[in-house]
């Protein structure tokens, strides 16, 4: 049966090939993880922070016209630079499944997910002197423990992450010890945006820059005091 409800489905292409890619690494990263628990995880966050404001500078640059949002050209301009080839249509899918807020544009931590959902989907580079897929270690070794998040939240390996994980993993982490299932559940919804019933790693990027605090009115103000 076709649906034609629209936008849900608009995406699940795209979440697909990422599903595939993140089997792939976990399939890959056999036995291997720094995090043994969601605690260990969320000590890291103010770190995970800083490491993602320095994406600001990467912003920055592909915003050419300066207006703090990152338009389709400018999108498109970026997946050039970053040799990702793409159809129309999946650039149309990428670009309006980063702008979660609708806004006809991606600010700034919708653009952290952009960029990480690029360094997922881009294949490593072919050539063995090519040594860097995103133009910077630095950015590519943040992404990398981002996916290792998520994997360590996958305990099933298959590219998204199921309710009864993520209840297990979000009540784990209650510093109190322990928190109520409704609570992790209802926090569960929350992040499954598109009401499937799974957790994608998209829809988790977009909860893990939130949690991490990055929010974009605060950081148009922190840039803002740079320039002064
Ligand atoms: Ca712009
Ligand atoms: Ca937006
Ligand atoms: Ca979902």
């Given amino acids: 049966m076709l649906c034609h409800c629209g936008s849900p489905n608009k995406y699940k292409r795209l979440d697909t090939k990422l599903e595939r890619k993140l089997v792939e690494v976990k399939k890959g990263s056999q036995g291997v993880g720094n995090f043994k628990s969601m605690?260990?995880?969320?000590?890291?966050?103010?770190?995970f922070k800083e490491e993602l404001?320095?994406?600001?500078?990467?912003?920055?640059?592909?915003?050419?016209?300066?207006?703090?949002?990152?338009?389709?050209?400018?999108?498109?301009?970026?997946?050039?630079?970053?040799q990702l080839r793409l159809t129309e249509?999946?650039?149309?899918?990428?670009?309006?499944?980063?702008?979660?807020?609708?806004?006809?544009?991606?600010?700034?931590?919708?653009?952290?997910?952009?960029?990480?959902?690029?360094y997922v989907?881009?294949?490593?580079?072919?050539?063995?002197?090519?040594?860097?897929?995103?133009g910077s270690p630095q950015l590519e070794a943040t992404f990398d423990t981002i996916i290792e998040v998520f994997l360590f939240l996958d305990k099933n390996g298959n590219g998204k992450l199921n309710k009864k994980d993520m209840v297990k993993a979000?009540?784990?982490?209650?510093?109190?010890?322990?928190?109520?299932?409704?609570i992790s559940r209802s926090r569960f919804r929350e992040m499954d945006w598109d009401r499937n019933g799974h957790v994608s790693f998209r829809e988790f990027l977009f909860a893990f820059v939130h949690w991490v605090g990055i929010d974009t009115d605060e950081e148009m103000a922190v840039s803002g005091s740079n320039h002064q």
């Fill in 89 to 118: 249509e999946e650039i149309d899918d990428l670009f309006h499944s980063c702008d979660i807020d609708g806004s006809e544009g991606i600010q700034f931590n919708e653009f952290i997910v952009l960029l990480c959902l690029i």
């Fill in 53 to 82: 404001k320095r994406i600001r500078s990467v912003f920055e640059q592909y915003d050419e016209d300066s207006n703090g949002t990152i338009d389709r050209e400018e999108m498109k301009k970026c997946l050039q630079q970053l």
């Fill in 170 to 182: 979000l009540s784990d982490s209650s510093t109190s010890g322990r928190s109520p299932a409704h």
């Fill in 121 to 134: 989907l881009k294949d490593q580079p072919s050539s063995s002197n090519t040594t860097s897929k995103m």
């Fill in 39 to 47: 605690n260990s995880i969320i000590m890291k966050f103010p770190q």
